[in-house]
């Protein structure tokens, strides 16, 4: 084997192209710093990756977290409740300014009707259902209760099952459950199956309020009468301590339809109005509005009752059944 002498070898990283005929030191420096020049280029471009992977880390970062804890996009809409995939994630519920107004801890007050010690006023939207609107099919009510303002407040959702809605039309019992903002159930409403016509004085509609559920806070009945409608409204205790009287004709043709509430001494203290909501929707659904007006200083109670006398003049008096309209003037 033949040997070389190291010193006259030239570096591999020797990218100048020298003469191979050259000094073998000069040779041998110019490929050091050839090397260099190699090496520091090829760390500069791995540490701007580096710079740039890191910055795009950040980014994301920043992206998944201002995703997860910004606001909704509507302002008016309150809450969420996160799926089972956003909790492993360890997302967190949002909860608005308006949540963080609702007083909490009053005293006599039910949990969840904290939010009505401080309002006068309650409005009710009745969704659409297009599967009954298209079909005539009756299908479970569902209902958007908001303030004066129209920020969301509660949400209301019949429950009883599909034979009873299809064959007992308006008059079908059911129970109305009302969520707040986080879907927890703070009031139940129950009505049982009865006749609202005169010609069955024996068996008049009712609702009954619970709130929370399970603890009932009052209850409206109908009384009998042969124009007009009439109720009375019981706190828990069974005693009348307020009256709802309606009109003769109940038809909502291009204005409001509207029932008052009164004191035991016959004084008008709030109502509850039937809103013209268009043509098309009175004609072809029975998707309503409705305007509760109240004393801001009445019982909380007596609020969540007049909520749910709202829901009983609805079904009586403006559901329809397969679209066909089934109201007539007076209570016969």
Excluded at 66 to 75: G, Q, Y
């Amino acid at each position: 084997m033949s040997t070389e002498n190291p010193a006259s070898c030239v570096s591999t990283l020797d990218l100048s192209g020298g003469e191979a005929g050259g000094h073998p030191e000069e040779s041998h420096s110019r490929g050091v710093r050839s090397g260099s020049k190699v090496l520091r280029f090829i760390w500069h471009s791995l540490y701007t990756q580096y710079n740039q992977i890191c910055s795009r880390s950040q980014t994301l970062r920043q992206l998944v977290c201002r995703e997860a804890n910004k606001p909704l996009p509507k302002k008016l809409r309150h809450t969420i409740r996160l799926n089972k995939s956003a909790k492993r994630k360890g997302y967190e519920f949002y909860v608005s300014d308006e949540d963080r107004s609702i007083p909490t801890g009053i005293p006599n007050c039910p949990r969840g009707l904290e939010y009505l010690t401080t309002i006068d006023q309650l409005l009710v939207k009745q969704k659409v259902e297009l599967l009954e609107a298209f079909t005539g099919f009756e299908t479970n009510n569902k209902f958007i209760i908001k303030n004066a303002l129209g920020q969301k407040v509660y949400f209301a959702a019949e429950d009883n099952d599909c034979c009873t809605r299809n064959c007992c039309g308006p008059s079908r019992p059911f129970d109305m459950r009302v969520f707040d903002n986080f879907q927890q159930e703070v009031i139940h409403m129950h009505r049982p199956l009865a006749c609202s016509s005169c010609l069955f004085p024996c068996c008049l509609q009712s609702i009954e309020v619970s709130a929370p559920p399970g603890n009932v806070i009052g209850t409206i009945e109908q009384e009998w009468s042969i124009c007009s409608p009439s109720f009375r409204i019981l706190n828990h205790v069974g005693d009348t301590v307020m009256r709802i009287e309606g009109p003769f004709c109940t038809y909502s043709i291009c204005g409001d339809v509207e029932f008052n509430v009164v004191s035991l001494t016959g004084e008008k203290i709030g109502k509850i109005s039937k809103q013209w909501s268009g043509l098309a929707r009175e004609i072809f659904t029975d998707a309503d509005f409705f305007g509760i007006n109240f004393p801001l200083d009445l019982d909380v109670r007596m609020k969540a009752v007049l909520l749910g006398a709202t829901f009983l003049i609805d079904a009586m008096f403006f559901e329809k059944s397969a679209n066909q309209e089934s109201d007539r003037p007076g209570m016969l």
